[in-house]
């Protein structure tokens, strides 16, 4: 049975730094890409991805400031979060997206506010 367990979210001040982590248990195959998204109230967002090839993606609101990264040996994608500002505040979801089905695996979510 897979799961992708969050971790690293909480409350931090604007201008602040969050890494996030999603470690993933089980085995997943053909694997196309491991990623971010977030949840507000006002919308579901993609936050950014990274494929099985390295080629990194990432959502206009965080460019610059977000950096995805991975390390597959232990079987985790991180999500550096630089600069943050209150619209950072959401739910953040580890995502991995498969050739075959499924397709789609997600975690439970880590909470991120950003206030001062």
């Known amino acids: 049975q897979v799961r992708l367990v969050e971790s690293g979210g909480g409350l931090v001040q604007p201008g602040g730094s969050l890494r996030l982590s999603c470690a993933a248990s089980?085995?997943?195959?053909?694997?196309?890409?491991r990623g971010w998204y977030r949840q507000s109230p006002r919308e579901r967002e993609f936050v950014a991805s990274i494929?099985?090839?390295?080629?990194?993606n990432y959502g206009d609101s965080v460019k610059g400031r977000f950096t995805i990264s991975r390390d597959n040996a232990k079987n985790t994608v991180y999500l550096q979060m630089n600069s943050l500002k209150p619209e950072d505040t959401a739910v953040y979801y580890c995502?991995?997206?498969?050739?075959?089905?499924?397709?789609?695996?997600w975690g439970q979510g880590t909470q991120v506010t950003v206030s001062s």
């Open positions: 995502n991995v997206k498969t050739f075959a089905t499924p397709y789609n695996y």
């Open positions: 089980g085995s997943i195959s053909n694997i196309y890409s």
């Open positions: 494929t099985s090839g390295g080629v990194t």
